[in-house]
């Protein structure tokens, strides 16, 4: 079972993200809570798989509290729940290790694949979130640096990293590459450590920026 705990200020929003997620047979609600700091203490005693955290919240915002929960809950994943009005908060979330965005009006099983996902260790991106990530969330630009760091990867890494970039998740890069899961993952986990990236959004603004196009 994937144990979740919701946090979102606005309670008919929790209710419907709770219900949701009620639906699929792999996942448990384990915890709710209405702002950060309640966030923060629920997860802390129930010690959920993923946290899906509303950005903004009273007491406790959803970043701050992901940013407490990464030091006293690093295995805990986080999902931002955001909307379009968020675009600096969106790329603080991205500078800070999310695992993924979701549009609070988002399709039910878009929140599912969120929640799968970001336990399976990749990155999930609402594609209308995506968009606001790669259009508006980029890190100050260092053509220089960022053309340094691609030079460290192999050629497979590199074929990889461009699949990452498209917004695929492992298991879609493995199919398309004819490779394992498995090998996939240990691939992603050698660019983002070649990369100095925290995690697969920032990878994928990296490759968006500065790879050059396939030929």
Known sequence: MIRVLVADDEPLVRAGVCA????????????EAADGRAAVDAALAHRPDVLLLDIRMPALGGLAAADE?????PEARAVMLTSFGDPPNVAHAVRTGAAGFVLKSCAPDELLRAVRAAHAGDAYLSPAVARLVLGMARPPA???????????LTDRETDVLRHLADGLSNA???RALRMSETTIKTYVSRILTKLDCTNRVQAAILARDHLLPRR
């Open 69 to 73: 929960l990464r030091r006293h809950l």
């Open 172 to 174: 879609e890069i493995a």
């Open 20 to 31: 949701v997620l009620r639906t699929a047979a792999d996942i448990a609600v384990v915890a």
């Open 142 to 152: 260092d053509p220089a640096r960022a053309a340094a760091l691609l030079t460290r």
